[in-house]
Each structure stands twice: as C-alpha cells, then as structure tokens.
T-cell receptor
Framework: GENVEQHPSTLSVQEGDSAVIKCTYSDSASNYFPWYKQELGKRPQLIIDIRSNVGEKKDQRIAVTLNKTAKHFSLHITETQPEDSAVYFCAASIVDSNYQLIWGAGTKLIIKP | NAGVTQTPKFQVLKTGQSMTLQCAQDMNHEYMSWYRQDPGMGLRLIHY???????DQGEVPNGYNVSRSTTEDFPLRLLSAAPSQTSVYFC????????????FGPGTRLTVL
C-alpha cells in the first residue's frame, strides 16, 4: 500500500525567510497530493493541492511542486509570517482507485520573530 | 451551514466502557471518514463511507465500528475502550471522495483510563 514520509518533523525559520517541507510517496499510481495546515488546538484545513498532471501550483505565498519521477512533492512558503506557525501535513491519494488518503506525520513550522 | 460537527468535545472513559462519537455534516457530502490523531503520527484513517449504507475499513479499524444510515450522520462506536484508544478523533467529509477538499470537524479528545 501507499506510504508517505514527511521531512523535517520540525522546522524553525526566521520571519520573512522561506520554508520548504518535503514529502515522498511510494505508490506511483498516486495522483492527488493535498497539503493541510493545523493550528494548535484546531482542525486541519486544506491550504493547497496538486494533481499529477501538473508540476507546480501557486497561491500567493504558498506553492507546491511535484516530481513524479522521484515520487516527491514539496510545500514552499515564502516571506513567512507569524501566522504561518502551525503543523503542516501532506497526503497522497490514488484517485478513483480507492478512497483513502495516506498522510505524512506532519511538520511543525516555527516562525521566529 | 454548520459544516461538520462533532460531539462530545471531550470524553473520559474507563477501560472496557463503550461509547459513540457523533459526527454530522450539512453539506450533502457523500464521503465521510473518521481519523485518529496521535502525537508524531499524523492522521490515521479508521473507517470511511462513500454514501448511506456503505462503509469500509481504513488503516486502523480494530476496536471501532461505524454505520451510515443517512447522508448526514456518521457515528463512530468504541466497543470496549482501551488506553491505546486515547487520542484526538476527527471526522471529515468531502463532496468528491479523496480527490477533493476534506472538511474536518472540531475533533473529540478522548482519554481512556
């Protein structure tokens, strides 16, 4: 079955700098890759997603890149702000094949003032 | 719309007790799922449903039962609580299975003594 590994587990960056979180997946049939943000004590919320027919997707300060050959995808946050502090989760899914999202273990992003 | 609601928010059980975690959504979503979240382990899928009357097991189904008699409700039953089931439980729903945004409930924090 699918396995998703996420690195690093904790990332501390200076406010204004960029942050990059990377996930690798095992099943080459995976074709949908969302990223969720979970603030302390809150529920996870989708921030961006990408499908396998696209190599990169941007939404303001957030971007996701996908390398199907290497089976990894990454979240890029530019010009980090204090409100970016949270735990970020990646996930992978084989769309139309099963109905399960497989999640990474999460990355705690700390923005230092 | 209330979105996805969960009750209770907090619960303490003794080993061997049973209980039901309630989940409801008012977005007419066909797909609903239950996750448990443990520190450092991300989100693990317990059970999911692709529509009323249809349920299936996820990654960690042992010790849990579900039913889906209506589109709106998806209760999770703990049959005989064990300390290993101490966790935060999230219910989620989406319009189009795992290829779409998952809307999470606020979570239930369960402690089993």
């Amino acid at each position: 079955g699918e396995n998703v590994e996420q690195h690093p587990s904790t990332l501390s960056v200076q406010e204004g700098d960029s942050a990059v979180i990377k996930c690798t997946y095992s099943d080459s049939a995976s074709n949908y890759f969302p990223w969720y943000k979970q603030e302390l004590g809150k529920r996870p919320q989708l921030i961006i997603d990408i499908r396998s027919n696209v190599g990169e997707k941007k939404d303001q300060r957030i971007a996701v890149t996908l390398n199907k050959t290497a089976k990894h995808f990454s979240l890029h946050i530019t010009e980090t702000q204090p409100e970016d502090s949270a735990v970020y989760f990646c996930a992978a899914s084989i769309v139309d094949s099963n109905y399960q999202l497989i999640w990474g273990a999460g990355t705690k992003l700390i923005i230092k003032p | 719309n209330a979105g996805v609601t969960q009750t209770p928010k907090f619960q303490v059980l003794k080993t061997g007790q049973s209980m039901t975690l309630q989940c409801a959504q008012d977005m007419n979503h066909e797909y609903m799922s239950w996750y448990r979240q443990d520190p450092g382990m991300g989100l693990r899928l317990i059970h999911y449903s692709v529509g009323a009357g249809i349920t299936d097991q996820g990654e960690v189904p042992n010790g849990y039962n579900v039913s889906r008699s209506t589109t709106e409700d998806f209760p999770l039953r703990l049959l005989s609580a064990a300390p290993s089931q101490t966790s935060v439980y999230f219910c989620a729903s989406s319009y189009a299975g795992t290829r779409d945004t998952q809307y999470f409930g606020p979570g239930t924090r369960l402690t089993v003594l």
